[in-house]
């Protein structure tokens, strides 16, 4: 005799897409890791920092030259609509995605990078790394920062039972990045290809292999860089009027614009001149708007307007750190540390050029600088560490002990 067992129930089914709803929007609003908070805050804050840097150093300007205002922050605007938005949804994404699309998107990028090779390519002050299509101009190079930390953290994640022998940590690892930072060397951009070998080894470092593993590809690197230094002489040049202590002596050529940005600067005292108050962004100071926006931020904000600028920076990579020290994946530790040393890093470089620290080296800073292209990558970019962060170990709540009860042995007897 066979039984069959009794079918659901109306109610019994309804009850079960009940709890399944229930459970689908407590893991929506499930509560997230400080960490999320902080990287989320500050990427928003220094956006709209940005936007409004970007307004006070092209609005005038553009006026005078009988151009319309808004022109220049209304691009930036869009492309913050663009990228805002994309943060978050690559937050909501598994780290089992970003595992997956590693290979995919380090091969979609190259061959982006590609097409400034093409009659697509436009080329601008002696660099071919841009690309125009349909009147927008991008700049793919932006994209192999975020490829490349992916590729190599997947790469080394699969292999990180073997990274104690150096041959299983250099190949594939090292021809495919040398190859990819070759494609923007060919468009003549070292400062994109210095930070494409900072992400490299910031992620190497990460992965935990041994020292004399890491010191040999950074020693190589700062070799190629020298090399490539000397036999440029539109580089050279630059290099040596970085190093000239009579910088005035070249006032009309390479020294024009780094005096001009330490004017700003300087001109800023503690409180600066007020917003929109800037004197160097009148022609006097190229590339206010992009590479030298922080002039333009200490000039009309002056130090306390610095400091809160490099303040937002520091809270970023606090966030990053702390994904990077509690996270238990290889994976979401290695592209984490890429990432942070990529938009923390070129944010020093960028402010180090202005401070005169470095020579000139055409690297924009994340969030502030004029350019669509960036923002939208280090906007993504921040969405990856947002996901990763997700995926944080909670701290649970110890419970309080329970009171311990006097029991008396069974059979006692008390006494008055």
């Known amino acids: 005799m066979t039984t069959t067992s009794p079918r659901p129930t109306a109610t019994e089914s309804g009850d079960r897409h009940g709890l399944a709803a229930r459970v689908s929007l407590g893991r929506m609003f499930a509560p997230v890791p400080s960490e999320f908070f902080l990287i989320a805050s500050t990427a928003l804050m220094l956006t709209i ?32 609509l663009i990228g805002v938005p994309l943060m978050f949804v690559a937050s909501r994404l598994p780290v089992k995605f970003w595992k997956r699309v590693a290979w995919p998107a380090l091969i979609g990028a190259t061959i982006f990078q590609l097409l400034v090779f093409t009659p697509l390519g436009v080329s601008a002050d002696g660099n071919r790394n841009w690309i125009n299509i349909g009147g927008l101009q991008a700049q793919p190079s932006e994209f192999l920062k975020l490829a490349l930390a992916l590729w190599i953290g997947y790469v080394l994640f699969r292999k990180r039972t073997l ?55 950074a020693i190589g690197a700062v070799i190629a860089v020298a090399i490539l230094a000397v036999t440029s002489p539109d580089r050279m040049r630059r290099f040596m009027s970085f190093l000239n202590p009579d910088c005035l002596a070249d006032y009309y050529n390479d020294c024009y614009q780094p005096l001009h940005g330490v004017w700003g600067l300087a001109g800023g005292g503690v409180f600066g001149l007020g917003l929109g108050n800037s004197r160097e962004k009148y022609d006097w100071l190229p590339a206010a708007a992009n590479d030298y926006i922080f002039a333009i931020v200490g000039e009309e904000l002056g130090l306390i307007g610095c400091a809160v600028v490099l303040g937002l920076f520091a809270l970023y990579a606090v966030g990053a750190f702390h994904i990077i020290r509690k996270t238990d994946d290889p994976f979401v530790r290695i592209v984490a540390g890429g990432i942070t040393v990529w938009i923390v890093g070129q944010a020093l470089i960028n402010i180090g050029v202005v401070l005169r620290v470095f020579p000139v080296l055409g690297v924009p800073l994340p969030f502030l600088s004029q350019g669509g292209t960036s923002l939208v990558s280090v906007l993504v970019a921040s969405g990856v560490l947002l996901a990763f962060a997700r995926t944080l170990p909670q701290k649970r709540a110890v419970a309080p002990a329970a009171p311990v009860r006097n029991v008396r042995p069974h059979g006692s007897s008390s006494r008055r």
């Open 49 to 80: 920092f940005g936007l409004v840097m970007i307004l006070s150093a092209t609005s005038a300007v553009a006026t005078a030259a009988g151009e319309p205002p808004y022109d220049s922050v209304m691009k930036q605007f869009v492309f913050a």
């Open 163 to 217: 990274l104690g022998s150096w041959k299983h940590v250099y190949i594939p690892l090292v021809p495919v990045t040398v190859l990819v930072i070759g494609t923007v060397l060919a468009g003549k951009d070292l400062g994109t290809a210095m930070i494409l070998v900072l992400v490299a080894l910031g992620a190497l470092f990460f992965s935990g292999v041994r020292l004399r593993v890491f010191v040999l590809p």
